[in-house]
């Protein structure tokens, strides 16, 4: 494999564990009010991706992979509703641990990065149209 393949292939790794991880924000985004159904559950819990580099032996490159999805063990927070079915004794209802401004800050993130890989793809390709171009002529 070339050098130029091999940085397509690594660009997209990293562009596969991005779209996993803003798959995994737009779940957290969905699920920022959701509550239990009884005063006993619990609400849905914001879930956290991580990565990790892996050898990829068949081509000598270092890709992009996803390590786990960790559940954030962070508080749930709390909101003074007592006539929520879920409510406690208290009149408190459990709210997730989904903070939406956290989620657009790790969207964004997630957007960039997979930007920045689209673009390495592309000038990886435009690199090899050129070579065939000079090659051609």
């Known amino acids: 494999m070339n050098d130029l393949s091999l940085a397509m292939r690594i660009a997209a790794s990293g562009m596969q564990a991005q779209s996993y991880r ?25 879930r956290v991706v991580s990565f990790r580099n892996e050898l990829d032996r068949a081509v000598g490159a270092r890709l992009v992979r996803v390590d786990r999805v960790t559940q954030d063990r962070s508080e749930f927070r709390r909101r003074l509703d007592p006539q929520h079915p879920a409510a406690d004794a208290e009149g408190y209802v459990q709210l997730p641990n989904v903070n939406p401004l956290i989620e657009a800050m790790d969207m964004r993130q997630a957007q960039r990065s997979y930007e920045a890989n689209v673009s390495m793809i592309e000038i990886a390709r435009n690199m090899v149209q050129r070579t065939i171009d000079i090659l051609r002529g």
């Open 22 to 46: 803003m798959r995994t924000v737009a779940e957290n985004m969905a699920n920022a009010d959701s509550t239990a159904r009884t005063p006993d559950g619990e609400p849905y819990r914001r």
